[in-house]
């Protein structure tokens, strides 16, 4: 699914005549860019949020029995999820000031989409993470490592959403 697309279509008769004023449409495309990645990144959290859910379920699975011991890396495990969806919502569309030093191009917000978009599919990694914790609480064996799995991978998403803003700036 491409949120661009979903933009392109919504477009009104009023935005049709606008689009003839000169110097109108250029900035129509950024907005569109920028709207188009602010979806997918709603998307994106909502997805995130429903792994995050999962992993509530799993903690409340653990309350009872041998797993009660990694309950507490769960509950890490979670927190580090929130935060990428709460860094995922607040993450910026692209916009630079008029007078900041770095100019945001259509090209740069394209390249800001691509990454969001790119991020879809570390959400089945994540979903991947968790049913190997829940095999694991399951069978009553390997709990710890897997438990251990699904925090690292966490964390290397976090830490790659965090170089985010590199995508504006042209370094990556």
Do not use: C
């Amino acid at each position: 699914m491409d949120f661009r697309d979903r933009i392109d279509d919504a477009a009104s008769g009023f935005e049709e005549l606008m689009n003839k004023i000169p110097g109108y449409a250029g900035y129509k495309e950024k907005e569109k860019r920028r709207e188009a990645d602010s979806l997918l990144r709603a998307y994106l959290a909502r997805e995130f949020e429903a792994q995050w859910g999962r992993i509530n379920d799993l903690k409340s699975q653990m309350l009872i029995g041998p797993a009660m011991s990694q309950l507490d890396d769960v509950g890490r495990a979670g927190r580090r999820l929130q935060t990428l969806i709460d860094k995922i919502k607040a993450a910026a569309q692209g916009y630079a000031g008029f007078l900041d030093a770095i100019k945001v191009k259509e090209d740069e917000l394209d390249a800001l989409y691509e990454f969001d978009n790119a991020m879809l599919g570390r959400v089945d990694e994540v979903g991947l993470a968790i049913d190997e914790v829940q095999t694991a609480l399951d069978n009553e064996d390997g709990i710890a490592p897997a438990v251990r799995s699904l925090t690292r991978l966490i964390d290397e998403l976090i830490t790659h959403f965090d170089r985010r803003k590199d995508v504006i700036a042209g370094v990556m």
